[in-house]
């Protein structure tokens, strides 16, 4: 079995950070490292409106005492005005959830990339062997620009100009060909040997977005109710 070793490096560090964060402290007491009550979770693959869909979230009742009381920080630098054209937009505070739809504008807070932009797609995707139809954020910024989400980002908000709250960060890598290392991969009359190609790839970000309203129909399906 082939196992990136980027991936299999960043499982590591997750593990490291783990055994840190429950460690006890100087004092010798155990962390408190309950947030709170799992009210729902989902994973898999769906029907919603007409479309097969991946749905993976988890709704949790926060305990009250691990209300967060920091102001938000984003861990790097949000994206620069010169770097990205849709952030002078104006954006309205959130006020509502509304459907996901085609060539919307969005922007998402993260917990990793900060304040990213972009525009809603759409795209056939293969999860788990079954087929699905999946929206997907096209960022407009750059090619050097960083991604509309990452490693971290799961769960995000994402919110249209207009206020409304349409989906969340569902994440999700996807296996591309280096074709820089094409030239390394070529026979004697300059035809690309695309077995050997394949053994060079890269990993990259790709934002699929899972719809709010889907996540709050299935909550709802439960008895519980959404307050805020």
Not at 153 to 163: F, I, L, M, R
Request: aromatic share 8%.
């Amino acid at each position: 079995m082939y196992i990136n070793k980027k991936r299999l490096d960043d499982i590591r560090t997750y593990q490291s950070d783990f055994i840190k964060a429950t460690a006890p402290d100087t004092d010798g007491d155990e962390p408190n490292l309950f947030l709170g009550k799992v009210i729902k979770a989902a994973y898999g693959i769906r029907e919603f409106r007409g479309r097969r869909c991946a749905t993976d979230f988890c709704a949790i009742e926060i305990d009250r005492e691990r209300e967060p009381i920091q102001p938000y920080q984003p861990l790097i630098e949000t994206t620069p005005p010169n770097i990205d054209p849709l952030m002078p937009l104006n954006w309205d505070p959130v006020h509502k959830v509304g459907p996901l739809e085609f060539d919307e504008v969005v922007m998402k807070r993260g917990a990793v990339t900060g304040d990213t932009y972009g525009v809603i797609g759409g795209v056939d995707a293969l999860r788990t062997g079954t087929e699905t139809t999946e929206y997907f954020i096209i960022p407009l910024g750059k090619p050097t620009a960083k991604p509309f989400s990452d490693k971290g980002d799961s769960g995000a908000a994402v919110v249209t100009t207009g206020g409304v709250a349409v989906g969340i960060v569902l994440g999700g890598y996807c296996c591309i060909l280096d074709t820089s290392a094409m030239k390394t991969h070529r026979g004697e009359d300059g035809r690309v040997i695309f077995t050997g190609l394949v053994t060079d790839t890269l990993y990259q970000p790709v934002t699929i977005v899972q719809s709010l309203e889907m996540i709050l129909e299935d909550i709802k399906e439960e008895g519980l109710e959404i307050i805020g």
